[in-house]
């Protein structure tokens, strides 16, 4: 009686056995590149940090325990009824991922912002895509447990199986693929694409069985939702102008200015002068990038070894071996894209890479060689270089905020052994914020000199600090940029790797 009833259930069934575990493995694989692109596509709307990766995950996995919550009593309905309901699940997946960034980017332009506009962005554009990937998987292993009468125990381990090497092969594709090679929007649209795939193999009923009456109108509606995906994919806005797995840049030139922006903050800025001499001053921009220059110019003598642990528009190294012909400096910026992109154009900085840098990382310094370039984590630099420096320069960003393992004091008291003299750092945060509390008290604890300088707070009630740091005292500077003012930090407790920096929204 057994064979007979797994023999009828047999018959049923209307995918193969392999087919199903082919399923299951590129809904998985599309659902985690989805969940990565998403914590990346926020970037340029709502930075990177601790707070926005969890809201990304948390949304996520609730819309896929939903679906798959949802999924289980699909799979218990009538086999006709559950495959017209996975099928839709299939196209409105699709359809929701390629519109992804579309949507993120309305609700920007409708105002959400902050913590509050990021948690309800994430969840009206995230969460409905999240539910539809997931929901035809529990359909999917009942149908691979009933291929296989009497072998449900491995049935069920291949399903389980197939499910987590998908999210593997999804999270490699979208870290070291789609997301540096073909950007976030065309990510969102290849996973649209690839749930799409799914739809001619979940039929009603198995290769030479009987057609369904309704196949011409399920035909229209999948190369309907194709088309979507492909015009969403090929004309859909880039939500970056240039953009690798680690930077959303954006580069805006107004009047004289060119600005580069980094996941929307400012990160550089440089005057173009074309009757300028090309060893002449180079006219920072940005007001902190004066601040820094005028404490480097102050502290410093004729022939410092610097250290600049994030690159960015180049601005203060090109200054600093302007000014001073027998000076070096070391830049630490961790991803190449943003250094081509200077090249490209910043005009003032891009020369000095091109007269006087050098792979610092790889390459014996060159007889003209006076501008390391090193591409790496600043943290992973200062952990394994053995060279020393004169003085030391913390500008390193992702998005609007310093990156929290280089803000700890393991970090500074790393540097403190390889600097001998004055550290400067720079930081974005509200008025004697946690970041910039945090960081002063890393300093304290580590230098007998310091001062902190505040810039004007921003619509977001934000401003640039600026800390220097040293051994000796520090000569008093007779000017500050427009606006800067000097300012007091409260104590607070120092920043570590096991406890440490969270992040701005």
Known sequence: MRDANALSIGKEVPIRFSTTIALILMLSAAGLTYEIAAGRVLAPFFGTSLLTWTSVIAIVLGGFSLGSALGGLIAERPT???????????????????????????????????????????FLVFFPASVCVTLPSPFLA???????????????????????????????????????????????AACGAATLLCLPFVR???????????????????????????????????????????????????GAVVRL????????????????????????????????????????????????????????????????????????????????????????????????????ANDAQEATGRLGLVHADGRVYLNETERRFDAAVMDAFSSGSV?????????????????????????????????????????RELYPHVEAVRGPLNDQGRANFLLAASPTALASLDTLPDDYERT??????????????VGHR
């Not at 699940?89 to 506009?117: D, E, I, N, Y």
């Not at 607070?492 to 920096?501: G, M």
Request: include cysteine; hydrophobic fraction near 45%; charged fraction near 20%.
């Open 261 to 360: 922006f980094s996941d929307g903050t400012a990160q550089a800025a440089e005057r173009v002068s074309r009757g300028a001499e090309r060893d002449g001053p180079v006219d920072l921009s940005l007001p902190y990038t004066q601040w820094l220059w005028m404490r480097l110019d102050r502290d410093l003598g004729p022939a410092p070894s610097v250290l600049f642990i994030g690159g960015g528009g180049y601005s203060l190294p090109t200054e600093l071996l302007a000014s001073r012909p027998d000076a070096q400096a070391i830049a630490v910026e961790i991803d190449p894209l943003v250094t081509r992109v200077v090249q490209q154009h910043l005009p003032r900085a891009a020369e000095m890479i091109a007269r006087t840098g050098y792979d610092a």
């Open 142 to 188: 009942k149908v691979a447990i009933q291929a296989r009468p009497g072998r449900e125990g491995s049935s069920l381990g291949f399903v389980l199986a197939a499910g987590s090497v998908g999210a593997i092969f999804g999270a490699i594709v979208a870290g070291f693929v789609a997301l540096p090679f073909i950007g976030a929007t065309a990510t969102f």
């Open 204 to 254: 009603n009923a198995p290769p030479g069985g009987e057609r369904r009456q309704d196949g011409g109108a399920d035909t229209a509606v999948a190369v309907a939702a194709a088309g979507f995906v492909a015009f969403a994919g090929l004309a859909g806005a880039p939500a970056c102008q240039y953009e690798s797995g680690l930077s959303c840049l954006h580069v805006v030139q107004r």
């Open 488 to 501: 007091r930090i409260s104590e607070a407790r120092a920043f570590t790797d096991d406890r440490e920096w």
């Open 403 to 443: 990156p929290a393992h280089l803000a700890t004091r393991e970090t500074y008291e790393r540097l403190r052994t390889i600097v001998d003299g004055p550290v400067y750092v720079n930081l974005i945060d509200e008025h004697d914020g946690p970041l910039v509390r945090g960081v002063h008290a890393i300093l």
């Open 80 to 122: 006709a009824v559950a495959v017209g309901t996975v099928r839709n699940a299939l196209v409105a997946a699709a359809v929701l991922m390629a519109v992804s960034p579309t949507l993120l980017g309305l609700l920007h332009s409708w105002g959400a912002r902050g913590t509050g506009g990021m948690l309800l962005s994430v």
